[in-house]
């Protein structure tokens, strides 16, 4: 039986609510129904789609960095993006492989979780 599409993530962090304010902010993703598990967390949802899973109270590994390299979301916006990141003072990486392909914006999370934004290749550019 085939995977079919992506259901969600799982991140780990030492401060649910800064995470949740981290993905509101940056993503738009809105805090919603989650299970009543008897440790913290959230479960985030992209319109009615929960499609990442926070989960606190558990020490994180010493090298934030795991096996999964990052987690990509499609988004709109990349000017106004770039600037929320640069007030307040996150680094970040923007590329475009193809002027046909994707922007690419990859950015960490509050946890050190790598996160990507794929713009359309027609969204309008930062001049540098």
Known sequence: MPA?????FTILTDNVDETIKFYN???????????PFDFPGAWLYAGNTAVLHVIGGRTLPESREGVIDHMAFSATGLIETIKKLERHEIDYSLRQVRPSDPWQLFFFDPSGAKVELDYPSDEPTPKK
Not at 25 to 35: C, D
């Open 4 to 8: 079919t599409a992506m259901n969600h």
């Open 25 to 35: 902010e940056f993503l738009g993703l809105e805090s919603g129904e989650r299970p």
